[in-house]
């Protein structure tokens, strides 16, 4: 199965190489300019076989309690694509049972930060998940992939886990310089690597 270094894909924020987070909170060095914000549960288990990872709920998403809530993030057509299942018919709770019945487990790199707005560049204070901890709860996991330029930051600890790691380009409506078309090929991928598409769609 090829690794990360297998698929140098770029994203709406990539001018630059990825720095590797650590274990230690992200600050810019200016005081807090917001309230803590906290992220979502992990939605993982038995089933998963390609965690993915996202940075950090944007205003919707915490709003509504739910991954990808953003009406234009392209996380959920992109599955719809994939899977050939209307993901974005179904009620929030059948979603998370179609994607883990299908091997996906989501969550982010950051549990907590604080930030204006719902961009990326504006998060401080990141407080970083347990990603060790979890994967040690997944018997079944073959692969972490991370959805976008922030996140893929964590790198460096998601390739201690053992498992092949991608970097995907975001599904946010930011990585404007990225079609759906374009970035559904490069989740095609990743997720026929990991066996996550029908037998009728794997390449």
Known sequence: MPDSRDLPMADADDAAPV???????????????????YGLAAVAG????????GSFPGRASLAAGQYYAHPRNHFWPILSA??????TALPYD?????????GLGLWDVY?????????????????????????????RLAAVAHNGGE??????????????VYRLPSTSPANASWSFARKCAAWADVFAACGLLPASQQR
């Open 82 to 87: 994939l899977w050939g299942i209307d993901m």
């Open 111 to 139: 549990a907590a930060c604080r930030r204006e707005g719902s961009l990326d560049a504006a998060i401080e204070d990141a407080q970083p998940n347990d990603l060790a901890a979890l994967a040690e709860r997944l018997p």
């Open 151 to 164: 996140s893929a930051r964590a790198m460096r600890v998601t390739r201690s886990l053992g498992v092949p």
């Open 19 to 37: 720095a590797a987070a650590d274990t230690t909170s992200t600050t810019t060095g200016a005081a807090p300019s917001s309230k803590p914000l």
């Open 94 to 102: 059948a979603r998370l049972r179609t994607m883990q019945r299908h």
């Open 46 to 53: 038995p089933t998963t076989r390609l965690l993915l990872l």
